[in-house]
């Protein structure tokens, strides 16, 4: 018994060891440490088996009579974002974590400026992995554990909170883990240590599409039904492909395993990098990791015919070549949605009427989703307002009727994916980039999204992301604001530098302040050079231009030189016919009343398509 530490209240009893703690609470835990010495037996004792089994049945009977309430090991959540700067898509990321109780964000590469042998986000995306593993490496081993979420900056937008995501993960892992042991039998899983821990966003389209050949027919196919888009399925048209290949923008996983598959891609690229197109994107070099994972583990199937029959297309293996880095794909958009044509099979619907259950008469049952129950047991949508108004009396919007704060997930529209029938917690603008000006105003919180930035900064920092267990864990946010006496109020709301610098969202040098009204909908954001310049010469004013000298071409006219801040890059020219949200649209409290669609929302009732791109 000695080194065995026992935790133990009226009715409880807890097993605290390596791996964290196995109990039942029924009141506050007090810790001590049973030696042979304090509990009157000797090490010698013939009577330790018995009293053992006495002490573990003790602990079933209180693990049994309160499930709900075991106390578990602590884990953390990590989100972690390659940013070099901010402009008005990143904010609307950060809004989106932050109204939903997302962990502060860790900004890689912020303020990383392009030099040669070090590319910045505007060029390339490879700092992505150098810098990203760099802050892998830096944090203890004893964090290995941790899930890490890592995501873009500029087209990522969350709609649920992570509490629901967390628990999908463990969820898809299991049954990944499952299909493993189907294909390939249990034996070949364990002597080869397969298993899926890795998922990155499935999209519909492979890009970089260098040499398709080397990533077609091993690759795993989709584990939607086989004529989930109808007919036309997987025949070549993309709107009707299932999604199978990798995309990079959303990945999440363990930090021990983000880690060796972060060390595995950097190797790759600096033994296969070189100055062509596409290379200096980090898709690609994930995708090949994956395709040689996949490749080595369909040469461990029995039947050899794919092999036999692609002979003169095979994957170069070295011998010794390490493949296995427990990587799959988020087929269904249980935890991310990439949009690239997605169109036509999505829809920002509430689910007021809960699905009903269907008698054994019922010959045709008709097409229904409802809300999974891990969003329902999920805190309300409105919950950061609550805790301000129950934390700070003066706190008053009266944009924000009473009723809002009790407001449930059943009240609210959703994007949702209607091939699947998963309400996703992330959203992935890999399609058209005009979206993400036209799409804001979709998203639940837009209405409101003043009251819940005031909100969020008045309301008390908790960092619990979990109160129940989620794969014997309890979890926390990796990264809170700063401690109370470092931090004014409003410097609740930011996100943290890979080097700890916190870099709040408000204030002359902030984040996000400046964007605000176009975050909020008092202004529709213009195109991108005419923003940052804007803004820039809203906060710091800019010179009278000296008169244009004098000319006979009166066709010419001089212009204010503009300062663009703004990554032109992350948006290009708009050219959707999608009209975009009105400027004079002041945003309202009040909710769409029942089975009223939102006005923005795709009518899928008509046969034609929107023209594809």
């Known amino acids: 018994m000695a080194g065995v530490l026992m935790a133990t209240t009226l009715g409880a009893v807890a097993i605290r060891g390596h791996h964290g703690t196995i109990g039942a609470s029924a009141g506050p835990l007090v810790s001590r440490e049973l030696t042979p010495a304090k509990v009157g037996i000797h090490a010698q004792d013939p009577k330790l088996p018995s009293l053992l089994i006495k002490e573990l049945s003790s602990f079933r009977t209180a693990l049994q009579a309160n499930p709900d309430a075991i106390s578990s090991r602590e884990s953390n959540l990590h ?8 402009e008005f898509y990143f904010c609307q990321l950060l809004f989106s974590a932050t109204v939903l109780g997302w962990p502060h964000p860790t900004l890689i590469g912020w303020g990383l400026q392009p030099k040669e042998g070090d590319p910045d986000g505007k060029v390339s995306h490879l700092f992505k992995v150098s810098r990203t593993l760099q802050y ?7 964090q290995d554990d941790d899930l890490v979420l890592l995501i873009d900056a500029y087209d990522v937008w969350f709609q649920l909170r992570p509490d629901v995501l967390i628990q999908r993960y463990y969820s898809m892992r299991d049954a990944a883990n499952q299909r493993l042991v189907s294909q390939l039998g249990s034996s070949v899983v364990a002597e080869h240590g397969l298993r899926q821990t890795i998922f990155f966003n499935a999209d519909k389209t492979l890009w970089p599409s260098i040499d398709t050949s080397t990533f077609l027919w091993w690759l795993p196919n989709s584990t939607l039904p086989e004529y989930a888009f109808g007919p036309e399925t997987d025949k070549g048209d993309h709107w009707m492909d299932r999604p199978r290949w990798l995309n990079s923008g959303a ?7 983000m880690r ?5 891609t950097l190797n790759k690229i600096n033994h296969e990098f070189n100055s062509t197109v596409f290379q200096h994107s ?13 490749y080595a583990r369909m040469l461990l199937k029995p039947n050899q015919s794919l092999v036999d029959q692609y002979s003169q297309d095979k994957a170069l293996l070295a011998s010794d070549q390490e493949t296995e880095y427990h990587i ?11 949009n690239a044509f997605y169109d036509d099979f999505l829809a920002w619907m509430t689910f007021r009427t809960p699905k009903k259950q269907l008698s054994n008469q019922v010959m045709l049952a008709p097409y229904q989703i409802d809300l999974s129950e891990d969003i329902l047991s999920s805190p309300h949508p409105f919950s950061v307002i609550s805790a301000a108004l129950n934390s700070d009396e003066a706190y008053v919007d009266s944009s924000v009727d009473s009723f809002v704060a009790n407001t449930s997930w059943r009240d609210i529209e959703l994007g949702t994916n209607l091939i699947t029938n998963q309400v996703f917690p992330l959203l992935h603008m890999t399609g058209i980039k005009e979206y993400r000006d036209t799409w804001w105003e979709r998203m639940w919180y837009f209405p409101y999204s003043r009251a819940l930035l005031t909100a969020a900064a008045i309301a008390p920092s908790d960092d619990f992301i979990t109160r129940t267990s989620a794969d014997g864990r309890i979890w926390r946010a990796a990264k809170g604001p700063p401690n109370s006496t470092e931090k004014s109020p409003e410097d609740t709301v930011g996100s943290w530098s890979e080097e700890g610098k916190w870099l709040p969202w408000h204030g002359p040098d902030g984040l996000c302040e400046i964007y605000e009204d176009y975050l909020f909908g008092q202004q529709t954001p213009p195109p991108p050079e005419d923003l940052a310049a804007t803004i820039h010469r809203e906060s710091k004013p800019a010179p009278p231009p000296p008169p244009p000298p004098p000319s006979n071409d009166h066709s010419s006219t001089s212009q204010e030189p503009l ?12 050219t959707s016919t999608t009209e975009p949200p009105s400027s004079d649209k002041t945003p309202g409290p009040k909710l769409d009343p029942p089975n009223t669609p939102s006005p923005k929302a795709p009518d899928h009732t008509e046969a034609s398509k929107p023209q594809k791109t």
Not at 563 to 574: E, G, S
């Open 563 to 574: 300062v663009v801040t703004v990554d032109q890059q992350q948006r290009p020219t708009h």
């Open 328 to 338: 799959s794909l988020d087929y269904k958009s249980e935890l991310f949605l990439a």
């Open 79 to 86: 989100l972690i974002i390659p940013a070099t700067k901010s």
């Open 260 to 264: 060796r598959l972060f060390n595995a």
């Open 282 to 294: 980090d898709q690609l070099y994930f995708s090949e990791i994956y395709s040689d994972q996949e």
């Open 251 to 257: 990945i999440i996983g363990p930090l021990g395993d």
């Open 136 to 142: 892998f490496n830096s944090l203890p081993a004893d």
